[in-house]
């Protein structure tokens, strides 16, 4: 932690950067901070309770930290995954911020949670993480855990909703889908849902009824999962934020299972490893079509 | 859902078949003009290429009550486009795994590629078509959804 205030004190003094964005203690647990002067870098925290993905600033549609001119982002090693999706969809130039990376060994499920970090309260994507460090940092500080094994239990999940008869699955997300508000709290923490206008909100032609009718969340959950395939980096911030509680990461997990099976994609921190949608090899396999 | 040997019988599937205007429509078109016989069930909706076919526009069209989805347009290397059926194959494919797992059988949705000079291939696959949703039967899911809430509250699968 004292190198992480260390490090941020020094690029706010140095003027690198007018903003870093890290963890601070909240009344609540960790929370997102921004940090604009040096004497505030000792309210940045970094511990297992920091679970937000803070890539999310970073989209376009968020002007936050537009405002602040150059800024320094802390990253686990999965949010530089987001960041380097926003990076390779021209979203985010890499000369724009300083990413500091901090060594990680899995976070809790829960940023408000008090319990320490175990086999029980680790965050699901963790289970199974090879990712000690982000690559793509600039700096990198901390020491990290050992990890956590996997398989992940959302992984498991998908499986056995797989092998149920296709109504019975129909008929689960049926159950899931009636819950859902339309909040759309999901698309808002995504870092990768950065549309000026989305198709939720577009009305001429309506793809996605607006009221919160299985109808409509049906489209609204296709559209998602369309929208986010092999590009989803399985931050499982949708899913942490849902008030509704419904599984979003089976959604997720299954289409990035499908993209890793199909078209050899997983989420990576490298911007130069091109995208698998919006790419295409003339060999793809077409098993499926007539 | 499944439905009975009665039902099957009078049952009239609705087909919609998005299709792109270069081959698969002047292939359905051929076979029109070469009064190939084939099921009526399908309608066609045209559009500039399968690069233009979002997955929205299938999910909309079980929504509003079809039964069966084609999907069709120029085979491989001959996009008029150069690689928009390329680009949809990949989104296709995804789509398709995920109609699965939310319990769309995929049996009601039809991939194909046909050609301008195919004519017969696309009443092939409309008569393969028609058959196979014949046999699932209605696509009541949607059509549940409004006629009887409490399908739709009806507690889900445990899966753990
Ligand atoms: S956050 Fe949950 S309730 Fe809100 S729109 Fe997304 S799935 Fe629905
Ligand atoms: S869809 Fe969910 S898990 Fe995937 S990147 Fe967005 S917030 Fe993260
Ligand atoms: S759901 Fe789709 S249209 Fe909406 S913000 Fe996300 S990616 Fe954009």
Redesign the interface.
């Known amino acids: 932690m004292t190198e992480l205030r260390e490090l941020a004190r020094r690029l706010l003094s140095e003027g690198t950067v007018n903003a870093v964005l890290g963890w601070e203690e909240g009344p609540r647990g960790a929370r997102p901070a921004f940090v604009t002067d040096a004497a505030g870098a000792d309210r940045l925290i970094f511990d297992p309770r920091c679970v937000h993905n803070l890539a999310a600033y970073l989209s376009p549609r968020r002007p936050h930290l537009k405002q602040l001119g150059k800024v320094a982002i802390v990253l686990k090693p999965c949010d530089a995954k987001a960041v380097a999706g926003l990076i390779r969809e021209t979203q985010v130039p890499r000369e724009n911020v300083v990413l500091i990376g901090v060594r990680c060994g899995g976070v809790l499920a829960d940023p408000e949670s008090t319990e320490p970090l175990s086999e029980a309260t680790v965050a699901d994507r963790c289970r199974g993480c090879p990712d000690r460090e982000a690559k793509l940092a600039d700096h990198l500080v901390g020491t990290a855990g050992p990890g956590f094994p996997g398989p992940s239990h959302r992984a498991q999940?998908?499986e056995?909703?797989?092998a149920?008869p296709?109504?019975?699955?129909?008929?689960?997300?049926?159950?899931?889908f009636?819950k859902c508000v339309r909040c759309h709290a999901c698309r808002q923490v995504c870092p990768m849902c950065f549309c000026e206008r989305c198709?939720a909100d577009k009305t001429m032609p309506r793809?996605?009824e607006s009221s919160p009718?299985?109808?409509g969340n049906?489209?609204w959950?296709?559209?998602r999962?369309?929208h986010l395939?092999?590009r989803c980096v399985d931050c499982g911030e949708c899913e942490r934020v849902c008030p509704e509680g419904l599984p979003l990461g089976l959604?997720t997990r299954?289409?990035a299972q499908?993209?890793a099976d199909?078209?050899d994609f997983r989420p990576t921190d490298d911007p130069a490893v091109p995208a698998?949608?919006?790419t295409?090899?003339?060999d793809?396999?077409?098993e499926?079509?007539? | 859902m499944d439905a009975t040997p009665a039902d099957a019988a009078n049952f009239e599937p609705r087909i919609t078949a998005f299709v792109c205007n270069w081959c698969t429509y002047t292939g359905a078109d051929l076979a029109g003009t070469s009064r190939l016989q084939m099921a009526s069930n399908v309608r066609i909706i045209r559009l500039p290429c399968t690069g233009r076919i979002d997955p929205m526009f299938i999910t909309k069209a079980f929504e509003r009550g079809a039964d069966g989805v084609i999907v069709s347009g120029c085979h491989p290397a001959d996009c008029h486009y150069t690689a928009g059926n390329y680009h949809a194959r990949r989104r296709f494919a995804i789509f398709r795994e995920l109609a699965g797992f939310l319990g769309v059988d995929p049996g009601r949705i039809t991939f194909s590629w046909v050609s301008a000079s195919e004519g017969a291939k696309w009443r092939d696959v409309v008569n393969d078509t028609v058959t196979r949703v014949r046999a699932l039967g209605p696509f009541t899911n949607f059509r549940r959804m409004v006629a009887d809430p409490a399908t739709v509250s009806a507690p889900s699968t445990e899966v753990k």
Request: glycine share 4%; charged share 20%.
């Open positions: 999940k998908v056995e909703l797989a149920l296709a109504d019975q699955r129909w008929a689960f997300w049926q159950a899931e009636e198709l793809w996605i009718h299985n109808r049906f489209a959950h296709v559209a999962a369309m395939a092999g959604l299954k289409v499908v993209v199909r078209y698998p949608v919006g295409y090899r003339m793809d396999p077409q499926f079509i007539l």
